[in-house]
């Protein structure tokens, strides 16, 4: 069947756009469209034409199955199909429901009318991917609803529901009820109008177009400064107003070819398939049967029980949550509704809403209480023994089929599972603090965790709208794996040189969203010293980092102790560098031998990234990690990765593996540059070798 299947109602022509999920302007659609479109024109007894969505949209836009396809471009490309519309001879009217997104706005905006069903979500969002609409929208949609709506949608790329834009000029009518048959009635009723009225035709106007678009760059370059599309858009609609239609579409054109080769839109675009491909399990199949989740149980309701619960709350699930001690229990507890009200107070819950939440929980230092979860997450102290127990009692007292999963960081998740006698119920569901806010969730597949128990986590970290990243089982697992290499060079760099501001500052400037040494006094700095003590046996090549060590020994474990590479004043949170840090640094570079010298902020980088992405690499192969892309998904949603360089992995392929080599080359070849550290990961080697790339 086509794409665009092509009907008649009396005198109307109606052309089905049917590209499921989201009718995606695909080639076979649009060359369905201009066949329909030349049809009705050649038909005496057709007088109008309407173009209506199949199933769960009007059209989302480009389909995504051709993005990076020379298909995406080919004739006839969406310009072609929007003029063949425009200079159509009879009206095309557009029947809009659900979604009109991108393209399918911009076919829509081409069109002489517009109908509408309320509850549509309109919108621009090609600024998400670091591109602008290229297809007439930042040249019509100013036309249609006036020049700082317009902007507005434009640049933020939000959905507008479509009865908010009722009275805007987009629609020429709302219909209620049927959609076709409104739309068919309503064409009826213009079929004879003369002349066809075009969006391209009305004015594109502003009283004080040099004041508005001034205010508008401003603004957009204080917010998005690493992100060039947002400063076109607002390029792109001033030209709507300063230059005649085909004029603008051409600096359109311009601005839309140059933001599709920047790397920020590379990156953009990289992460936004990432994030797809991360939901994909090869041998766990999309219709794996799942378990239902209902109800939830939290054992522990310390930093990230509290948090965890929170999630499972949020979605409406209804939490038991599980302490030894009533003391620590009231005080979890006290936490999570704190943190509701503080939200409330921020005007983003309403009071009913905190104690709608607050309902669903169900605080217990009885397991029996847990009995009939359906899952239940543990988040007690990081030690195998406590979790031993903690897994034996669960296996006693859980319901058949209840998913047991544990929040823990390093632990084996296998050893964890061997505890009970239902290894095939057991996952690691890995966390971030602050658990309520980060948007991972690692999902760790041990070796004997059931497919149905795999897909269900997977399906559940959608419900707690988290980014879902299988795992398997290692120390670390992908993130804190790789998260010890990269501060293991920052250590490095302090040893040789650097300060642990000059370290934060040049990758907070690169875009980080906070630089090591300011990320460890947050996380606590006897975290690393207790994995490094660990380390320090495992890995006898590896050089001690004994300036951390020391900082540690001082007690300076971070903002909990007021003190750690930072000092840290009483109820602030604001990093302050501390001259007895650098004294400590000082005296631990001289015992270690090393004259210390000024490194660049280049080098810092550098050698801070190149870690992550050999041990990233590793990760890779070893089949931690499924794909290198999902490598990506963990860093940008779970570490403040730069969004806009799309991943560890991705940046890699940007800089070229051949250059990731040659850099880590160098960096062995320093007399104190750790030569063991920067042996290259097999993979990385092998694609750098055949001039491949990760993703
Ligand atoms: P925490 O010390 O803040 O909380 C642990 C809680 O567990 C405490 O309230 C304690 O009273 C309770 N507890 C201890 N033994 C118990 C038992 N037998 N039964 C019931 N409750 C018990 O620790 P946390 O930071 O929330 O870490 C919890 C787990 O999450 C650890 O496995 C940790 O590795 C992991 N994790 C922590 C972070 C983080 O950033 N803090 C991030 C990801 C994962």
Request: hydrophobic residues 45%; aromatic residues 6%; glycine residues 10%.
């Amino acid at each position: 069947m086509s794409q665009a299947e092509y009907t008649t109602r009396g005198t109307v022509a109606v052309i089905t756009l049917d590209n499921p999920p989201v009718n995606g302007l695909g080639h076979e659609l649009r060359s369905g469209l201009v066949a329909g479109l030349d049809r009705a024109a050649a038909d005496p007894a057709v007088k109008a034409v309407v173009l209506v969505g199949a199933g769960k949209a009007f059209s989302g836009g480009a389909d995504i199955k051709e993005f990076n396809s020379p298909k995406a471009a080919a004739e006839p490309n969406l310009h072609t199909v929007i003029r063949v519309v425009e200079q159509s001879p009879k009206p095309v009217v557009a029947a809009i429901h659900a979604v009109a997104m991108g393209g399918g706005l911009e076919l829509a905006l081409g069109c002489h009318y517009r109908v509408a069903a309320a509850g549509a979500q309109i919108a621009l969002p090609e600024v998400k991917l670091g591109i602008l609409p290229g297809a007439g929208g930042t040249q019509r949609l100013p036309r249609a609803i006036g020049v700082e709506a317009a902007l507005n949608m434009i640049v933020s790329g939000a959905p507008v529901p479509s009865e908010k834009l009722a009275k805007s000029g987009l629609f020429d009518q709302m219909i209620e009820g049927d959609l076709l048959a409104g739309a068919v009635a309503f064409a009826e009723k213009v079929a004879d109008v003369r002349p066809l009225p075009l969006v391209r035709n009305r004015p594109a106007k502003h009283p004080s177009p040099e004041a508005f678009f001034g205010f508008a760059r401003n603004t957009v370059k204080a917010v998005a400064k690493d992100y060039p599309a947002p400063a076109m858009c607002v390029d792109a609609v001033a030209a709507a107003v300063s230059k005649p239609f085909e004029e603008g579409l051409r600096v359109e054109r311009g601005m839309f070819v140059e933001l599709v080769q920047s790397s920020v839109s590379k990156a953009l675009r990289h992460a936004f398939f990432a994030e797809r491909a991360a939901s994909k399990i090869p041998d766990v199949p999309e219709d794996t049967p799942t378990r239902p989740v209902k109800s939830a149980a939290v054992v522990g309701a310390g930093t990230m029980g509290g948090g965890i619960a929170m999630n499972f709350l949020n979605a409406g699930i209804p939490v038991t949550l599980l302490e030894v001690k009533q003391e620590a229990l009231d005080k979890g507890v006290a936490v999570i509704r704190k943190n509701y009200e503080a939200t409330a107070k921020k005007g983003r819950l309403t009071a009913a809403q905190v104690e709608e939440r607050m309902g669903l929980l169900k605080p217990t230092l009885d397991y029996a209480a847990l009995a009939q979860a359906d899952i239940v997450v543990e988040a007690v102290f990081e030690d195998m023994a406590v979790k031993e127990k903690v897994f034996r009692k669960l296996d006693e007292v859980m319901k058949p089929g209840a998913i047991l999963a544990t929040n823990t960081s390093t632990l084996d998740v296998d050893e964890i599972a061997g505890f009970t006698r239902r290894p095939q119920d057991v996952i690691g569901t890995h966390f971030f603090s602050p658990a309520n806010v980060m948007k991972l969730l690692e999902i760790v597949r041990g070796a004997r965790t059931g497919k149905d128990v795999l897909a269900t986590a997977m399906g559940l970290s959608k419900k707690l709208k988290k980014t879902g990243v299988v795992a398997r089982v290692c120390d670390g697992f992908i993130g804190n794996r790789m998260v010890a290499a990269y501060l293991n060079q920052a250590l490095l760099l302090v040893d040789e040189g650097a300060l642990p501001q000059d370290v934060d500052k040049a990758l907070e400037k690169w875009g980080w969203v906070m630089g090591p040494f300011r990320m460890s006094d947050l996380a606590g700095n006897d975290v690393g010293w207790y994995i490094r003590k660990r380390h320090y046996v495992e890995h006898p090549e590896l050089r001690k980092q004994i300036i951390a060590d020391k900082l540690c020994e001082a007690g300076r474990f971070g903002q909990k102790t007021g003190a750690g590479w930072y000092r840290y004043e009483t109820g602030r949170r604001d990093a302050i560098p501390d001259p007895k840090v650098e004294e400590i640094i000082l005296a631990g570079s001289r015992e270690l031998g090393i004259a210390r010298r000024k490194i660049s902020a280049e080098e810092i980088v550098e050698r801070c990234v190149y870690a992550l992405v050999n041990e990233g690499a590793r990760i890779v192969e070893e089949g931690i990690a499924l794909r290198a892309s999902d490598v990506d998904m963990v860093y940008l949603t779970g570490y403040g990765f730069p969004v806009f360089r799309g991943g560890p992995m991705h940046y890699a392929d940007q800089v070229g593996l051949y250059n990731v080599m040659r850099a880590m080359a160098r960096f062995a070849a320093d007399p104190h540059g750790n030569a063991a550290f920067w042996k290259p990961a097999p993979l990385l080697a092998r694609l750098a070798a055949e001039g491949k790339s990760f993703t």
